[in-house]
């Protein structure tokens, strides 16, 4: 399984951004996504997550209300839409996989098997 994650880049404070994973392999709909950044010098933070089926979703605190997450099956594709981009959102953004999918804790990134390289955001001021 690979995860190829794009969409980073030097945006604007108040800017919109699409962040988009694309999971190689037959079994994409079985597995929870998730997203993570990590800032320079910070610990790697939750961001977003969603379940197999797509009708359930789970935000970071830092990102409620401005994230939106969602997933294609048929595409073996993951969007996350994030809007009032601000310059505490900066980081590299990784998408992740719970190849299980099953998990309690969604949010915590121990749980998650396999990681794409990151894409980098830059919200500047």
């Known amino acids: 399984v690979q995860l190829q994650a794009s969409g980073g880049g030097l945006v604007q404070r108040g800017d919109s951004l699409r ?18 950044r990590q800032a320079p010098g910070k610990a790697r933070e939750f961001v977003a997550s969603i379940n197999s089926g797509g009708d359930s979703t789970l ?3 830092s990102v409620k209300g401005r994230a939106t997450l969602s997933r294609d ?14 310059t505490t959102d900066t980081g590299v953004y990784y998408c992740a996989a719970v190849t299980s999918g099953r998990t ?12 794409g390289q990151g894409t980098l955001v830059t919200v500047s001021s």
Request: proline share 0%; glycine share 6%.
């Open 73 to 86: 099956n048929a595409k073996n594709l993951v969007t996350l839409q994030m809007s009032s981009l601000e």
């Open 19 to 36: 962040l988009s994973c694309v999971v190689s392999g037959s079994s994409f709909s079985t597995y929870i996504m998730g997203w993570f």
């Open 59 to 61: 935000y970071g605190h």
């Open 104 to 115: 309690w804790y969604r949010d915590d990134f121990r749980e998650y098997d396999v990681w």
